[in-house]
């Protein structure tokens, strides 16, 4: 072989395995300062709650802090926003509810993100029944005896939620159409502030996810009459179920997950993933996690991407089916 044969070739293996050398070290390096995690809610509701089940257990895995970062607004679109116009290196992530991951791209003509174009999953870390609840001060100790209420008073009783077209809107819109009542939606700016007003008697009713509702009703601050779910959920044993309640085939239950920006580097996407799977297997967390009534329910980058696939058009038909828009 000539020498400048041997030449070009030295200098191509010599690329080749300075790149790969890059590469190695790239991922051996990360994360080499605290990621960011972004909630599009307000701080104080059931994400919240979640994103601190699983942080301290991450920053030990991963051997730097994980920030939780609140950017409330338009049903947690503008921080799903953010996230997806930030750098594609690992170090904003995304948490979303189904409102923000599947819902909102139905219920907003304009929406500035598009879950399965801007973004690349990075774990499914939880199933999330939501618990169907009433101020204490009405007179109601079950779902039958809420309906019947209900029924008795057409359009006098408001129902809040985390915001317009979110799960806690769209659930309350389905039982409606379930059990032929009229209420009227009250939306708030996150869960935390339609919980004070429902603590307060501002509202009557409201749906939303089990580890906030369990707690405050076992405070006595709100009463679960049923669970979304099609079996019991162990934060609320002695509730139970919409379709026990006699509303047949009521079952609608949500999830939680984490979302990275897309051209996030796919070994950095798979470090993140295996970190969300060691922590979801231990157990100390799905314990803490079942008792505040969350399923532990993980899904590796690719699995997820296809939940994703199939929950889209499920819920842009309820979205649809409620007539709900934001515009």
């Known amino acids: 072989m000539n020498t400048p044969i041997r030449t070009a070739l030295a200098v191509l293996s010599f690329a080749a395995g300075a790149t790969c050398t890059i590469s190695t070290s790239a991922l051996a390096a990360y994360p080499d300062k605290p990621i960011k995690v972004v909630i599009g809610f307000p701080a104080g509701g059931p994400l919240d709650q979640h994103a601190r089940l699983l942080t301290d257990k991450l920053q030990a895995v991963l051997g730097q802090p994980l920030i939780v970062d609140y950017k409330p607004g338009a049903g947690g679109s503008v921080g799903a926003d953010a996230v997806a116009k930030s750098p594609a290196d690992g170090y904003t992530l995304m948490l979303a509810n189904t409102g923000v991951a599947v819902i909102n791209g139905a219920l907003y003509s304009k929406l500035p ?8 999953p990075i774990a499914r870390t939880a199933m999330q029944p939501l618990a169907l609840l009433v101020t204490p001060k009405l007179p109601v100790q079950n779902l039958k005896q809420f309906v019947d209420y209900a029924k008795a008073r057409p359009g006098q009783v408001n129902y809040g939620s985390a915001g317009n077209g979110g799960i806690s809107h769209l659930v309350p819109e389905m039982f409606k159409t379930a059990t032929g009542i009229f209420m009227v ?9 339609a919980f004070t007003d429902l603590m307060g008697g501002q509202v009557q009713f409201m749906a939303e996810s089990i580890p906030q509702a369990a707690n405050y009703h076992k405070q006595g601050k709100v009463r679960a009459l049923a669970v979304t779910s099609r079996e019991r959920n162990p934060a609320l044993p002695d509730v139970p179920t919409v379709i026990e309640s006699g509303v047949k085939g009521f079952e609608v239950v949500g999830f939680y997950g984490f979302l990275a920006p897309k051209d996030t580097p796919k070994d950095v996407v798979a470090r993140l993933s295996d970190a969300f799977k060691q922590v979801l297997n231990n157990p100390e967390v799905r314990d803490r996690m079942v008792s505040q009534g969350a399923d532990p329910a993980f899904l590796g980058s690719e699995d997820f991407a296809r939940f994703l696939a199939t929950e889209t058009p499920r819920w842009q038909q309820a979205v649809k089916a409620s007539g709900a828009r934001m515009d």
């Open 113 to 120: 993100y598009d879950t399965q174009r801007d973004f690349v």
């Open 185 to 193: 939606h009250i939306p708030y700016r996150g869960s935390a502030p």
